[in-house]
């Protein structure tokens, strides 16, 4: 399928600010940053980390609010040009820089908003990962609710019936034999409660969280990083557009998002793997369907105060941007 999945969802006409002017630190000022970017993440002992669709762009996706962006094309009435499909499509330096971050073992948690399934296959711990927006590679049962790695993208979004059934075993050792439907929410979709609570508990755990490749305009994904500044975490952002949190934030990097992951790596004197097919679990030969995992809570969960409820997938929020500010180095309030 095409990575313009986009145009398969149904209309919907609040998506946010597009098309917001990009900007990009001086070189020294971006080292200071990255300086002290490393730091913190060599002393964190627990790290989440938000991605959005900026992060696959270096792949050949499209993003949706950048100068090029889906949504921002389709407010001028032109249609992206895209010449790759979600099975063709390979993680990039960042996907696989996390990899690595997270086989080191204090990156604990990663919520992405993408669903182009990058994440997944590249390799990330399954249970260490959740596609809130849902994932191409991902087909969910409306009876149990437990996920199946698909080999292929799946050619229908909105959460419709895939013809497959769930082959989750119940207690009476029967087979759950549920209806398999594809996993990508439409717009006001409601999002899989087991994904949502684990990153909020995640969130509530973290000292620092990461946000890289979002403006983060869509909720509840969006205000997930002020979770952590109750706690006294810290928020880093990097991103070439002005996010709806850059005055929570601690510190924001204004750079394409592979070039930032790449100088980290390298102060951490840590290498970034390449991608490989072995390691894809959409790319491994098997006769029954690969059931997705349980996802791992933080060994000590943080107190929720607000009560259960569901939640949807809602309306982007506005980005409130002052004309010529300048970009601070960093801006830190509680260290």
């Not at 996706?61 to 949504?71: E, M």
């Not at 991902?138 to 996920?147: F, P």
């Amino acid at each position: 399928m095409s990575c313009d999945y986009a145009s398969g969802l149904s209309e919907y006409a609040d998506k946010g600010i597009c098309g917001q002017p990009e900007q990009f630190d001086a070189d020294d000022l971006l080292e200071d940053k990255i300086s002290r970017f490393s730091e913190w993440v060599k002393a964190a002992k627990h790290i989440v980390v938000i991605t959005g669709a900026g992060i696959s762009t270096s792949a050949g996706i499209p993003d949706f609010r950048g100068p090029k962006g889906v949504w921002t094309l389709e407010q001028r009435g032109e249609k992206p040009n895209v010449n790759i499909s979600f099975d063709d499509a390979v993680p990039t330096v960042t996907h696989m820089a996390l990899v690595a971050l997270a086989e080191r073992g204090n990156l604990k948690f990663l919520v992405s908003q993408n669903v182009d399934g990058l994440h997944l296959r590249s390799g990330f711990p399954m249970e260490l990962l959740t596609d809130l927006h849902g994932n191409m590679f991902l087909d969910r049962c409306d009876q149990c609710g437990r996920q199946f790695v698909r080999v292929t993208a799946t050619k229908s979004v909105g959460q419709k019936p895939t013809g497959e059934l769930c082959s989750v075993p119940k207690r009476n050792g029967r087979q759950c034999r549920g209806h398999l439907h594809d996993s990508i929410l439409d717009w006001e979709d409601e999002l899989p409660h087991e994904g949502l609570e684990a990153a909020d508990l995640h969130c509530r755990s973290a000292d620092l969280i990461i946000c890289l490749g979002s403006t983060l305009q869509i909720v509840p994904c969006g205000s997930l990083p002020l979770l952590a500044k109750k706690t006294g975490g810290r928020i880093v952002i990097c991103n070439l557009q002005p996010t709806k949190i850059d005055k929570s934030a601690n510190l924001i990097l204004r750079h394409y998002v592979d070039g930032v992951m790449k100088k980290l790596m390298e102060r951490l004197g840590m290498e970034v793997p390449e991608y490989t097919a072995e390691k894809d679990p959409t790319k491994q030969n098997r006769e029954a369907l690969l059931v997705y995992p349980r996802l791992k809570l933080p060994a000590v969960k943080v107190e929720r105060k607000a009560p259960k409820r569901t939640v949807k997938r809602g309306r982007p929020k506005s980005v409130k941007v002052k004309k010529e500010e300048p970009i601070k180095a960093e801006i830190e309030a509680n260290v």
